[in-house]
C-alpha cells in the first residue's frame, strides 16, 4: 500500500501561484507514477499534470499547460504542482494519485491509489 497526504491549497486572488505538495509514505518503492487530478463543484474528477518517477517524464492538460508544473524530489518521496497564473476556473479540490505501473497516465481509473485532497480557491 502507499498513502498519500497532500498539502498546500488554499485561497489565492486570480493571477496568483500555489504550491500544492504529495508525500508519499509506505510501499513507495513501487510507484511508477503520480499524477494529480481536480475536481469542481459539480463536475467530474479530471487529469491535470503527471510524472513518471524514475524518468521524469511529465504530461499536462491543455488547459494548464505554461501555467503549472509538475515535478518531484526522489529524497523526500514528494510530488509537487507548482501552479501559477492562476484563473477562477483553477477552484476545484487537488488530488495526488499514484500508479504502480505504466498506463496511460491521463485517466482516473489508470491510478491505484489517491489522497484525500486540498482545496484551491481563485478568487477573481
Known amino acids: 500500500q502507499v498513502q498519500l497526504v497532500e498539502s498546500g491549497g488554499g485561497l489565492v486572488q486570480a493571477g496568483g501561484s500555489l504550491r500544492l505538495s504529495c508525500v508519499a509514505s509506505?510501499?513507495?518503492?513501487?510507484?511508477?507514477?503520480m499524477g494529480w487530478f481536480r475536481q469542481a463543484p459539480g463536475k467530474e474528477r479530471e487529469f491535470v499534470a503527471a510524472?513518471?518517477?524514475?524518468?521524469?517524464?511529465?504530461r499536462y492538460a491543455d488547459s494548464v499547460k505554461g501555467r503549472f508544473t509538475i515535478s518531484r524530489d526522489d529524497a523526500k518521496i514528494t510530488g509537487y504542482l507548482q501552479m501559477n497564473s492562476l484563473e477562477p476556473d483553477d477552484t476545484a479540490v487537488y488530488y495526488c494519485?499514484?500508479?504502480?505501473?505504466?498506463?496511460?497516465?491521463?485517466?482516473?481509473?489508470?491510478?491505484?491509489?489517491w489522497g484525500q485532497g486540498t482545496q484551491v480557491t481563485v478568487s477573481s
Open positions: 494519485a499514484a500508479v504502480r505501473t505504466y498506463r496511460s497516465l491521463l485517466r482516473n481509473q489508470d491510478y491505484d491509489y
Open positions: 509506505g510501499r513507495t518503492f513501487s510507484v511508477y507514477a
Open positions: 510524472i513518471t518517477w524514475n524518468s521524469g517524464s511529465t
